[in-house]
């Protein structure tokens, strides 16, 4: 646009090192992939289309109430969502979960670079610190000491 200054964006390949035991970040890996699951099974029978209202009405209550934070059940079930309508637009099955990952909504984590940690919110008011850790050699980047990265 005129009169903008461009924007330069750089990329870090990133290992994430939780501190302390990743116990309950494992469990909340777990219960978001289940309650995926629970969600994608739940709508792969019914038939008809169904708006995010809908979805909200359905699902919302039954996934706070397993202890998932307010955002992390919206993400859940539009995720879910997502993955059946992809499969029945390509004339799929029905999806089954089985690797342990999450979105997670902007509100839901906090990024300190001073300190190079990312802070999550996990499910039951739980957090997990994870420390971040750069690399600076040898990555999949282009050209000479260029880093990537992947969180």
């Not at 309650?35 to 709508?43: E, G, I, N, P």
């Amino acid at each position: 646009m005129r009169g903008e200054e461009p924007v330069v964006v750089e990329a870090f390949r990133v290992r994430a090192l939780p501190e302390g035991g990743c116990d309950h970040l494992l469990e909340f890996l777990r219960l978001y992939r289940d309650a995926v699951q629970m969600v994608v099974d739940s709508v792969w029978g019914l038939k008809a289309k169904l708006s995010k209202k809908r979805l909200h009405r359905l699902f919302y209550n039954d996934l706070v109430s397993l202890g998932l934070r307010a955002h992390h059940a919206k993400e859940v079930y539009l995720y879910a969502k997502s993955l059946v309508d992809s499969a029945r637009g390509s004339g799929g099955r029905k999806p089954v979960l089985r690797r342990l990952s999450a979105r997670i909504d902007r509100y839901d984590y906090r990024l300190d670079l001073g300190n190079t940690t990312l802070t999550l919110k996990l499910h039951s008011g739980y957090e997990v610190k994870l420390r971040l850790v750069t690399s600076r050699g040898g990555s999949r980047g282009s050209g000479a000491g260029a880093t990537t990265s992947w969180l």
